[in-house]
T-cell receptor, first 115, second 121 residues
Framework: KNQVEQSPQSLIILEGKNCTLQ??????????LRWYKQDTGRGPVSLTIMTFSENTKSNGRYTATLDADTKQSSLHITASQLSDSASYIC??????????????FGTGTQLKVEL | GAVVSQHPSRVICKSGTSVKIECRSLDFQATTMFWYRQFPKKSLMLMATSNEGSKATYEQGVEKDKFLINHASLTLSTLTVTSAHPEDSSFYIC?????????????????FGDGTRLSIL
């Protein structure tokens, strides 16, 4: 069964600090992995996408890593800001027989950045 | 960037009412749109996949007669919650995948709408 597990479930950090969110998955056959940011009451917005051959991908203060061997990914946020407070969702895409792909969503890490 | 518009953003209505939610891709054509449901502090749950010009594919456990999906054009899909009851109250989110342009469709991103908060009294 395809699964995506994220940790921690929630996290509170002070503004300016760094943090790392974890994602472990058992999805196969693997196509790609995305990290999304979802603000409260809004739809998810894509931060990064990584395919099998990519180890690191950055988008501003966000840096994602992927270890396809251990099926783990992380999202590192540098110099956090109050606006980073949101749910961060790891989404893994599996290739479907016959074409297309299917997404498996993690339950997200709820990040709160405080003054 | 690609924009998906979802309307309305919030609906409050009485039990027994049918509610229609629209999902539009504003600057791209979407052959496939997806409808999700999200409970508080939970992950998105795929309800159905909507393909332009054909019947939607529903996930196991989702009542197709309860959640009617119409994908009449390459830029519009609608979800109608028929005879809604309080247990249908939830956050519904749509997403759209751009039409493939020659590259692998598996890496085409899904662009999400901002969701519809449905509250049934």
């Amino acid at each position: 069964k395809n699964q995506v597990e994220q940790s921690p479930q929630s996290l509170i950090i002070l503004e300016g600090k760094n943090c790392t969110l974890q994602c472990n998955y058992t999805v196969s056959p693997f196509s790609n992995l995305r990290w999304y940011k979802q603000d409260t009451g809004r739809g998810p917005v894509s931060l990064t996408i990584m395919t099998f051959s990519e180890n690191t991908k950055s988008n501003g203060r966000y840096t994602a890593t992927l270890d396809a061997d251990t099926k783990q990914s992380s999202l590192h946020i540098t110099a956090s800001q109050l606006s980073d407070s949101a749910s961060y969702i790891c989404v893994v895409s599996a290739i479907l027989t016959g074409g297309g792909n299917k997404l498996t969503f993690g339950t997200g890490t709820q990040l709160k950045v405080e003054l | 960037g690609a924009v998906v518009s979802q309307h309305p953003s919030r609906v409050i209505c009485k039990s027994g009412t049918s509610v229609k939610i629209e999902c539009r891709s504003l600057d791209f054509q979407a052959t496939t749109m997806f409808w999700y449901r999200q409970f508080p502090k939970k992950s998105l749950m795929l309800m159905a996949t909507s393909n332009e010009g054909s019947k939607a594919t529903y996930e196991q456990g989702v009542e197709k007669d309860k959640f009617l999906i119409n994908h009449a054009s390459l830029t519009l899909s609608t979800l109608t919650v028929t005879s809604a009851h309080p247990e249908d109250s939830s956050f519904y989110i749509c997403s759209a995948r751009p039409r493939p342009t020659g590259v692998s469709n598996s890496n085409q991103p899904q662009h999400f709408g901002d969701g519809t908060r449905l509250s049934i009294l």
